[in-house]
């Protein structure tokens, strides 16, 4: 079955630096990835989406890289900030209908002033 | 606009006994997710109901139930409860379009602790 592997650990980082969180896939290849941001004690909210044959999507201080090679997408937040911490949790969409997904554990992101 | 609510928040049951979850979608939204989020397993995804149907379902067993209203508002049902199924409850709404550009908003979740 799919399965999707992100860091567990958590990652700190010093105020101002870039962020990169890992989200490895095994099996298939998804039509398409998602990230989302979870805050305590609230739902996932989407932050971005990329599609396989995209190598790279930006909003504003995000980046996403997929490698359908390597099955791997990594998710950057430049010039981070506090308000950035949270726990980042990737999806994958195997059929384009954005039902179903397969999500990763999440990794959990402190960024320090 | 109003978010995703659900009701309760937090809710303590025992083994055995059932419990009833209830979702108010974004006004205008037909469809609603449920999905199960533990430490372990993370996300998983229960079933979805669009326009009073279930329209997907993910893999649990039958004690998971769920309706939606005319008002797309939906409940989910978990009968004789285990102490697995300790977890936070989400639900999500959406238009109801199958593409990916229909993002899916997430409810604050409900908290069940079964002891």
């Known amino acids: 079955s799919q399965k999707i592997e992100q860091n567990s650990e958590a990652l700190n980082i010093q105020e101002g630096k870039t962020a990169t969180l890992t989200c490895n896939y095994t099996?298939?290849?998804?039509?398409?990835l998602q990230w989302y941001r979870q805050d305590p004690g609230r739902g996932p909210v989407f932050l971005l989406l990329?599609?396989?044959n995209e190598k790279e999507k930006r909003k504003e201080r995000l980046k996403v890289t997929f490698d359908t090679t390597l099955k791997q997408s990594l998710f950057h937040i430049t010039a981070s900030q506090p308000a950035d911490s949270a726990t980042y949790l990737c999806?994958?969409?195997?059929?384009?209908?954005?039902?179903?997904?397969?999500w990763g554990l999440g990794t959990s992101l402190a960024v320090n002033p | 606009k109003a978010g995703v609510t659900q009701t309760p928040r937090y809710l303590i049951k025992t083994r055995g006994q059932q419990v009833t979850l209830s979702c108010s979608p974004i006004?205008?939204?037909?469809?609603v997710s449920w999905y199960q989020q533990t430490p372990g397993q993370g996300l998983q995804f229960l079933f979805e109901?669009?326009?009073?149907?279930?329209?997907n379902k993910g893999n649990f067993p039958g004690r998971f139930s769920g309706r939606q209203f005319s008002n797309s508002r939906s409940e989910m049902n978990v009968s004789t409860l285990e102490l697995g199924d300790s977890a936070l409850y989400l639900c999500?709404?959406?238009?109801?379009?199958?593409?990916?550009?229909?993002?899916?908003?997430f409810g604050p979740g409900t908290r069940l602790t079964v002891l």
């Open positions: 999500a709404s959406s238009w109801g379009q199958y593409n990916t550009q229909d993002t899916q908003y």
């Open positions: 006004s205008g939204h037909r469809s």
């Open positions: 109901y669009f326009s009073e149907t279930q329209r």
């Open positions: 099996n298939y290849s998804p039509a398409y």
């Open positions: 990329i599609r396989e």
């Open positions: 999806a994958l969409d195997k059929d384009g209908n954005n039902r179903k997904l397969i």
